[in-house]
T-cell receptor
Framework: ETGVTQSPTHLIKTRGQQVTLRCSSQ?????VSWYQQALGQGPQFIFQ???????GRGNFPPRFSGLQFPNYSSELNVNALELDDSALYLC?????????????FGPGTRLLVL | RKEVEQDPGPFNVPEGATVAFNCTYS??????FFWYRQDCRKEPKLLMS???SGNEDGRFTAQLNRASQYISLLIRDSKLSDSATYLC???????????FGQGTELSVKP
Protein backbone atom coordinates (compact mmCIF):
# COMPACT_ATOMS: atom_id res chain seq x y z
CA GLU A 1 0.00 0.00 0.00
CA THR A 2 1.18 3.51 -0.80
CA GLY A 3 -0.25 5.18 2.29
CA VAL A 4 -2.26 7.56 0.11
CA THR A 5 -5.96 7.51 0.96
CA GLN A 6 -8.94 8.99 -0.85
CA SER A 7 -12.57 9.50 0.04
CA PRO A 8 -15.20 8.72 -0.88
CA THR A 9 -14.52 5.59 -2.90
CA HIS A 10 -17.62 6.01 -5.05
CA LEU A 11 -19.99 8.89 -5.68
CA ILE A 12 -23.07 9.48 -7.80
CA LYS A 13 -24.10 13.02 -8.65
CA THR A 14 -26.43 14.69 -11.12
CA ARG A 15 -25.53 17.20 -13.77
CA GLY A 16 -25.07 20.71 -12.39
CA GLN A 17 -24.21 19.61 -8.86
CA GLN A 18 -20.94 20.22 -7.08
CA VAL A 19 -18.58 17.62 -5.63
CA THR A 20 -15.61 17.59 -3.24
CA LEU A 21 -13.10 14.77 -3.26
CA ARG A 22 -10.48 14.31 -0.57
CA CYS A 23 -6.96 12.96 -0.45
CA SER A 24 -4.53 12.30 2.38
CA SER A 25 -0.94 12.14 1.25
CA GLN A 26 1.66 9.67 2.36
CA UNK A 27 3.44 10.61 5.57
CA UNK A 28 6.32 12.97 4.84
CA UNK A 29 5.00 13.97 1.41
CA UNK A 30 4.28 17.66 0.79
CA UNK A 31 3.11 17.48 -2.82
CA VAL A 32 -0.23 16.25 -4.11
CA SER A 33 -1.25 15.90 -7.74
CA TRP A 34 -4.74 15.18 -9.06
CA TYR A 35 -5.56 13.21 -12.20
CA GLN A 36 -8.74 12.32 -14.06
CA GLN A 37 -8.96 8.92 -15.74
CA ALA A 38 -11.80 8.32 -18.16
CA LEU A 39 -12.70 4.77 -19.09
CA GLY A 40 -10.14 3.24 -21.44
CA GLN A 41 -7.76 6.19 -21.20
CA GLY A 42 -4.63 7.01 -19.25
CA PRO A 43 -4.86 9.49 -16.37
CA GLN A 44 -4.89 13.19 -17.32
CA PHE A 45 -3.17 15.76 -15.08
CA ILE A 46 -5.55 18.24 -13.46
CA PHE A 47 -3.24 20.19 -11.12
CA GLN A 48 -0.60 19.87 -8.45
CA UNK A 49 -0.27 21.43 -5.00
CA UNK A 50 3.05 22.00 -3.27
CA UNK A 51 3.10 23.40 0.24
CA UNK A 52 -0.46 24.71 -0.08
CA UNK A 53 0.13 26.52 -3.40
CA UNK A 54 -1.04 25.43 -6.86
CA UNK A 55 2.07 24.39 -8.76
CA GLY A 56 1.00 23.62 -12.29
CA ARG A 57 -2.32 23.00 -13.96
CA GLY A 58 -3.45 20.86 -16.84
CA ASN A 59 -6.02 21.60 -19.50
CA PHE A 60 -9.07 21.65 -17.25
CA PRO A 61 -11.62 24.47 -16.90
CA PRO A 62 -11.79 26.74 -13.83
CA ARG A 63 -14.73 24.80 -12.41
CA PHE A 64 -12.06 22.29 -11.35
CA SER A 65 -10.40 23.78 -8.28
CA GLY A 66 -8.42 22.54 -5.36
CA LEU A 67 -6.92 23.18 -1.97
CA GLN A 68 -4.04 21.84 0.05
CA PHE A 69 -4.06 22.07 3.81
CA PRO A 70 -1.18 22.59 6.27
CA ASN A 71 -1.05 18.83 6.89
CA TYR A 72 -0.64 18.43 3.10
CA SER A 73 -3.97 16.70 2.60
CA SER A 74 -5.88 18.02 -0.38
CA GLU A 75 -9.33 18.53 -1.86
CA LEU A 76 -10.52 18.57 -5.45
CA ASN A 77 -13.71 20.52 -6.07
CA VAL A 78 -15.72 20.32 -9.26
CA ASN A 79 -18.60 22.72 -9.83
CA ALA A 80 -21.42 22.52 -12.36
CA LEU A 81 -20.86 18.84 -13.02
CA GLU A 82 -21.16 17.60 -16.58
CA LEU A 83 -21.78 14.07 -17.81
CA ASP A 84 -18.20 13.92 -19.15
CA ASP A 85 -16.87 14.46 -15.64
CA SER A 86 -17.72 10.82 -14.94
CA ALA A 87 -14.33 9.23 -14.33
CA LEU A 88 -11.90 7.83 -11.80
CA TYR A 89 -10.22 10.67 -9.91
CA LEU A 90 -6.78 9.83 -8.64
CA CYS A 91 -4.54 11.72 -6.32
CA UNK A 92 -0.83 11.07 -6.06
CA UNK A 93 1.62 12.26 -3.46
CA UNK A 94 5.35 12.77 -3.66
CA UNK A 95 8.05 13.90 -1.28
CA UNK A 96 8.79 17.03 -3.27
CA UNK A 97 7.59 18.74 -6.40
CA UNK A 98 9.86 18.14 -9.35
CA UNK A 99 10.47 15.86 -12.26
CA UNK A 100 12.59 13.33 -10.40
CA UNK A 101 10.11 12.52 -7.69
CA UNK A 102 8.14 9.30 -7.79
CA UNK A 103 4.41 9.79 -7.37
CA UNK A 104 2.38 7.29 -5.40
CA PHE A 105 -1.28 6.96 -6.18
CA GLY A 106 -4.26 6.55 -3.94
CA PRO A 107 -7.07 4.10 -4.76
CA GLY A 108 -9.15 6.78 -6.46
CA THR A 109 -12.72 8.03 -6.29
CA ARG A 110 -15.15 6.82 -8.92
CA LEU A 111 -17.52 9.61 -9.86
CA LEU A 112 -20.63 8.99 -11.91
CA VAL A 113 -22.58 11.99 -13.15
CA LEU A 114 -26.14 11.29 -14.27
CA ARG B 1 -0.16 14.09 -32.00
CA LYS B 2 -0.45 12.73 -28.47
CA GLU B 3 2.38 13.57 -26.09
CA VAL B 4 2.84 9.90 -25.17
CA GLU B 5 1.77 7.14 -27.51
CA GLN B 6 1.73 3.43 -26.84
CA ASP B 7 1.18 0.28 -28.83
CA PRO B 8 -2.49 -0.44 -29.22
CA GLY B 9 -3.64 -3.51 -27.30
CA PRO B 10 -4.77 -5.87 -26.16
CA PHE B 11 -1.86 -8.31 -26.11
CA ASN B 12 -2.97 -11.89 -25.52
CA VAL B 13 -0.04 -14.20 -24.77
CA PRO B 14 0.45 -17.68 -23.27
CA GLU B 15 2.22 -18.19 -19.97
CA GLY B 16 5.95 -18.21 -20.40
CA ALA B 17 5.94 -15.93 -23.43
CA THR B 18 8.10 -12.86 -23.85
CA VAL B 19 6.19 -9.69 -24.61
CA ALA B 20 7.42 -6.21 -25.50
CA PHE B 21 5.64 -2.89 -25.17
CA ASN B 22 6.72 0.21 -27.02
CA CYS B 23 6.09 3.86 -26.36
CA THR B 24 7.08 7.15 -27.98
CA TYR B 25 7.02 10.64 -26.51
CA SER B 26 6.97 14.01 -28.20
CA UNK B 27 8.80 16.35 -25.78
CA UNK B 28 12.53 15.96 -26.27
CA UNK B 29 13.16 17.92 -23.04
CA UNK B 30 11.51 15.23 -20.88
CA UNK B 31 13.81 13.97 -18.16
CA UNK B 32 12.01 11.22 -16.28
CA PHE B 33 10.34 8.12 -17.60
CA PHE B 34 8.35 5.38 -15.94
CA TRP B 35 6.27 2.29 -16.50
CA TYR B 36 3.22 1.97 -14.27
CA ARG B 37 1.00 -1.06 -13.97
CA GLN B 38 -2.74 -0.73 -13.47
CA ASP B 39 -4.97 -3.64 -12.53
CA CYS B 40 -8.64 -3.54 -13.43
CA ARG B 41 -10.47 -0.84 -11.44
CA LYS B 42 -7.39 -0.11 -9.33
CA GLU B 43 -4.91 2.74 -9.12
CA PRO B 44 -1.70 2.84 -11.18
CA LYS B 45 1.32 1.44 -9.37
CA LEU B 46 4.92 2.18 -10.24
CA LEU B 47 6.50 -0.80 -11.96
CA MET B 48 9.86 0.74 -12.70
CA SER B 49 11.64 3.92 -13.61
CA UNK B 50 13.44 3.97 -16.94
CA UNK B 51 17.03 5.15 -17.22
CA UNK B 52 19.15 5.97 -20.23
CA SER B 53 21.44 3.05 -19.50
CA GLY B 54 18.50 0.67 -19.40
CA ASN B 55 17.50 -1.18 -16.29
CA GLU B 56 16.29 -4.58 -15.28
CA ASP B 57 14.17 -5.83 -12.39
CA GLY B 58 13.79 -9.58 -12.42
CA ARG B 59 11.77 -10.53 -15.49
CA PHE B 60 11.24 -6.89 -16.48
CA THR B 61 13.64 -4.84 -18.60
CA ALA B 62 13.11 -1.20 -19.53
CA GLN B 63 15.00 0.69 -22.20
CA LEU B 64 15.15 4.36 -23.15
CA ASN B 65 16.35 5.77 -26.47
CA ARG B 66 16.49 9.55 -26.13
CA ALA B 67 17.51 10.12 -29.75
CA SER B 68 14.41 8.33 -31.00
CA GLN B 69 12.26 9.42 -28.03
CA TYR B 70 11.31 5.81 -27.53
CA ILE B 71 10.75 3.74 -24.40
CA SER B 72 10.25 0.00 -24.17
CA LEU B 73 9.31 -2.61 -21.61
CA LEU B 74 10.17 -6.27 -22.02
CA ILE B 75 8.52 -8.93 -19.88
CA ARG B 76 10.12 -12.37 -19.97
CA ASP B 77 8.52 -15.64 -18.84
CA SER B 78 5.05 -14.08 -18.53
CA LYS B 79 2.95 -15.09 -15.53
CA LEU B 80 -0.82 -15.07 -15.19
CA SER B 81 -0.35 -12.37 -12.56
CA ASP B 82 1.24 -10.07 -15.15
CA SER B 83 -2.20 -9.54 -16.70
CA ALA B 84 -2.88 -5.82 -16.34
CA THR B 85 -2.71 -2.55 -18.25
CA TYR B 86 0.77 -1.13 -18.65
CA LEU B 87 1.07 2.64 -18.76
CA CYS B 88 4.02 4.47 -20.27
CA UNK B 89 4.59 7.69 -18.31
CA UNK B 90 6.76 10.74 -18.96
CA UNK B 91 7.41 13.59 -16.57
CA UNK B 92 6.76 16.83 -18.41
CA UNK B 93 9.42 18.89 -16.59
CA UNK B 94 6.56 21.22 -15.63
CA UNK B 95 6.94 20.52 -11.96
CA UNK B 96 5.51 17.11 -11.31
CA UNK B 97 3.09 16.78 -14.20
CA UNK B 98 3.04 13.16 -15.34
CA UNK B 99 1.89 12.49 -18.87
CA PHE B 100 0.40 9.06 -19.39
CA GLY B 101 -0.05 7.04 -22.51
CA GLN B 102 -3.43 5.43 -22.95
CA GLY B 103 -2.10 2.11 -21.73
CA THR B 104 -1.67 -1.31 -23.28
CA GLU B 105 -3.69 -4.18 -21.93
CA LEU B 106 -1.89 -7.48 -21.40
CA SER B 107 -3.72 -10.74 -20.90
CA VAL B 108 -1.62 -13.81 -20.06
CA LYS B 109 -3.45 -17.08 -20.63
CA PRO B 110 -2.70 -20.54 -19.19
Amino acid sequence: ETGVTQSPTHLIKTRGQQVTLRCSSQSGHNTVSWYQQALGQGPQFIFQYYREEENGRGNFPPRFSGLQFPNYSSELNVNALELDDSALYLCASSAQQGSQETQYFGPGTRLLVL
Amino acid sequence: RKEVEQDPGPFNVPEGATVAFNCTYSNSASQSFFWYRQDCRKEPKLLMSVYSSGNEDGRFTAQLNRASQYISLLIRDSKLSDSATYLCVVNSNQGGKLIFGQGTELSVKP
